[in-house]
C-alpha cells in the first residue's frame, strides 16, 4: 500500500451514521450480521441507530501481516437461513471476495460497508465512501494508543 489514511472515532461516528440514513429506505431489517473483526464496530452503531436489537457475526479471516489478503478462511458463519431480512456490516470492501463468499451463502442478505474501494464496489448493496485501491485504512480500533 502507498499511502496510510487514519481515520478516527468522529469520523467512523458520522459516516455510520449517513450510511443508515441510505439504509432506512431499504428496511426494516430484523437482524444485523456484522464482518469480524472490522464490521463489528459499525455494526454496533447501526444497531443503536437503526434501533435493531438482533446481532450476529460471520467470521471470515482474510488479512496477512503485511496487509495482503491472503487464504480466505469461514471461522464461523450464522444459521439464517438465505439471509432474507438480515444486513450484514462491514467497515470496508476491498478486492470484494469477502462480500462474494458472503454472497455465495447468504443470496437474499443486503450487504453494506462505511467504505468501498473500486475492486469491491461491485460487491456491496451499499456504501458510503469511494476510496483508492492503494490506500490503507487504519482505523480507530486498530491503532496503536501509543
Keep these: 500500500m ?12 458520522r459516516d455510520t451514521r449517513e450510511l443508515c440514513g441510505l439504509l432506512r429506505a431499504y428496511g426494516p431489517f430484523h ?5 469480524t473483526r472490522g464490521g463489528m464496530f459499525p455494526a454496533g452503531l447501526v ?6 436489537r438482533l446481532i450476529d457475526t460471520i467470521c471470515i479471516a482474510s488479512y496477512g501481516d503485511d496487509h495482503t489478503q491472503k487464504t480466505f478462511n469461514v471461522i464461523k458463519e450464522p444459521d439464517i437461513g438465505d439471509g432474507a431480512g438480515w444486513l450484514v456490516i462491514d467497515d470496508l470492501v476491498d ?4 462480500y ?3 454472497r455465495e451463502k447468504l443470496p437474499n442478505a443486503t450487504l453494506a460497508c462505511l467504505y468501498a474501494k473500486p475492486a469491491g464496489k461491485p460487491h456491496t448493496d451499499f456504501y ?18 501509543a
Design 2 to 13: 502507498s499511502q496510510k489514511d487514519y481515520y478516527n472515532w468522529d469520523q467512523i461516528h
Design 31 to 35: 437482524g444485523i450480521l456484522a464482518v
Design 47 to 52: 444497531a443503536t441507530f437503526m434501533d435493531i
Design 95 to 98: 478486492s470484494g471476495e469477502t
Design 100 to 102: 462474494r463468499i458472503i
Design 128 to 145: 458510503l465512501t469511494d476510496v483508492p485501491q492503494d490506500r490503507w485504512i487504519v482505523f480507530p480500533w486498530e491503532a496503536d494508543p
